[in-house]
């Protein structure tokens, strides 16, 4: 199974300013048929359901603010809130759907407001 | 609105089995495949399986194999997952959301929209 570790476990970035979370998985993600990654972030509030913002690495999904951004190939992944919002505070997932099953999530990352 | 719905709440005694039902409104509930997560409390995601909603075909978690089924009901649109011999263990959210292609033979892919989750609970 491929193992997806998240960095940091939390962090607290203030409003506006930007908040990087990193990704790591434990083999590449990269399709050589098609050149894409199997990667997708997803956002989860409490008491809510995770919420999809980034699929095949860096594609937003539909209605996800363009201060979220995905960037990386192959093992290593970020995701970018470019000016931090008071409603961005949540949990972080990373998801690689690349060798399934079993699809594989990271540990999540708590974001807060300093 | 494309939209999945689930069952509500459900408190069980250790040993028993429980049995989550996820209605999908608003797209083809054929045309894909149908992921199951669970959330223990204050934990991550733990993917749990997937149905194919076209040809009922399933891939388990080698974790939950033995011990989950996972079903679907194509004239209402409705998947289930039903999860045997319960332990104090089993107590979380669990939820459904729609994944990839079921045209695909794989079926990897990433996951939108999601239920609104179902509390289980497992307590004597």
């Known amino acids: 199974d491929i193992v997806m570790t998240q960095s940091p476990d939390s962090l607290a970035v203030s409003l506006g300013e930007r908040a990087t979370i990193t990704c790591k998985s434990s083999?590449?993600?990269?399709?050589?048929?098609?050149?894409?990654?199997?990667l997708a972030w997803y956002q989860q509030k409490p008491g809510q359901p995770p919420k999809l913002l980034i699929y095949?690495?860096?594609t937003r999904g539909s209605g996800v603010p363009d201060r979220f951004s995905g960037s990386g190939s192959g093992t290593d992944f970020t995701l970018t809130i470019s000016s931090l919002q008071a409603e961005d505070v949540a949990v972080y997932y990373c998801?690689?759907?690349?060798?399934?099953?079993?699809?594989?999530f990271g540990q999540g990352t708590k974001l807060e407001i300093k | 609105q494309v939209q999945l719905v689930q069952s509500g709440a459900e408190v069980k005694k250790p040993g028993a089995s429980v049995k989550v039902s996820c209605r999908a409104s608003?797209?083809?509930?054929?045309?894909?495949?149908m992921e199951w997560v669970r959330q223990a409390p204050g934990q991550g995601l733990e993917w749990m399986g997937r149905?194919?909603?076209?040809?009922?075909?399933?891939q388990y978690a080698q974790k939950f194999q033995g011990r989950v089924t996972m079903t679907r009901d194509t004239y209402i649109n409705t998947a289930y997952m039903e999860v045997n011999s319960l332990t104090s263990d089993d107590t979380a959210v669990y939820y459904c959301?729609?994944?990839?292609?079921?045209?695909?033979?794989?079926?990897?892919?990433?996951?939108?929209?999601w239920g609104q989750g179902t509390p289980v609970t497992v307590s004597s």
């Open positions: 959301a729609s994944g990839g292609d079921s045209r695909s033979p794989v079926g990897g892919s990433w996951y939108a929209p």
């Open positions: 608003g797209y083809t509930f054929s045309d894909y495949y």
């Open positions: 149905i194919n909603a076209k040809s009922g075909g399933t």
């Open positions: 083999q590449s993600v990269l399709s050589s048929s098609n050149n894409k990654n199997y």
């Open positions: 095949w690495a860096s």
């Open positions: 998801q690689q759907y690349y060798s399934t099953p079993p699809d594989t």
